[in-house]
């Protein structure tokens, strides 16, 4: 029989997602990036769609062609998957601001203070829905889209550390705006920044260095090494410190204002 704190926590879990399956926007926003890697793979082509292609132009040199494709496309695909990581564990996390603001409107959260269980509790058990939820629809839908292909190990790993975004981005939700046009503003502008970090494919250093305090860019950056092949241990682990020492002033200012 489920003790007190499991109840509690799947009660949560089974609220939030009536909420959420009742909401259209919040639906859609949810599975964006399912749906980014459905149209990644009906979209966008890979050499053999292109060599195709040319054939049927009377293109008689595919062999001569082929270097040049590949190098081509192991150029764009990365950049394309990139936004796709950048932005997967971004909207995921600004959807449940957005929720989490909706409960503040409709006077649910400051129930929660006279509640038996402390209000940072609360919030953990509140986030690790979505973190899972990230984790699972960033790994699985990575394949779909069919580019930049990685073992799924790798994929797991880059995923789970992008994951520590999503607390980040809820929790700057909930913090900054007073009201839910605010934050609808905020998940644009979250997702803006997300996908900012995409830039430094294209400059370098000094210009790249105002990106290293998004977290974003060093999952980007571990994206990129991985496809390489190299180590990317030490980007994930700053990707992870960025987003944690971010969400704890978003949840100090948020906890203020609860209060």
């Known amino acids: 029989m489920a003790g ?6 799947r009660s949560l879990i089974a609220s939030d997602l009536r909420s959420i399956s009742r909401n259209s926007l919040l639906l859609l926003l949810t599975f964006t990036p399912l749906l980014m890697a459905v149209v990644f793979r009906l979209t966008v082509p890979n050499v053999a769609m292109l060599e195709d292609l040319v054939a049927k132009q009377g293109y008689t040199d595919i062999e001569g062609l082929r ?6 496309l192991g150029q764009i695909h990365p950049v394309l998957m990139s936004i796709y990581i950048g ?8 959807v449940y601001g957005l929720l989490l603001v909706e ?8 129930s929660i203070r006279v509640m038996p269980v402390a209000f940072s509790t609360y919030m953990i058990a509140r986030l ?3 973190i899972l939820f990230s984790i699972a629809v960033t790994t699985l839908a990575y394949p779909i889209a069919g580019m930049a292909p990685l073992p799924l190990g ?18 700057a939700v909930v913090a900054i705006a007073p009201g839910r046009v605010t934050a609808l503003a905020m998940v644009r502008v979250l997702s803006l920044v997300a996908i900012l970090p995409i830039l430094t ?3 370098g250093p000094p210009a790249e260095w105002i990106f290293m305090p998004i977290g974003s860019y060093w999952q980007m950056q571990a994206l990129w090494t991985a496809i390489e092949g190299g180590e990317i241990g ?11 020492l971010f969400a704890l002033v978003f949840y100090a200012i948020f906890a203020n204002k609860s209060e």
């Open 67 to 72: 270097g040049f494709l590949e190098t081509a």
């Open 154 to 171: 790798t994929i797991f790993v880059i995923a789970a550390a992008g994951a520590s975004m999503v607390p980040m981005a809820t929790l």
């Open 103 to 110: 409960e503040r409107e409709d006077h649910v959260l400051p």
């Open 87 to 94: 932005l997967s564990s971004s909207l995921v996390g600004s």
């Open 4 to 9: 007190p704190p499991l109840q509690f926590f």
């Open 128 to 130: 690790i829905l979505p």
């Open 201 to 203: 494919r294209f400059i």
């Open 234 to 244: 030490a980007q994930l682990g700053i990707c992870v410190a960025v987003n944690f």
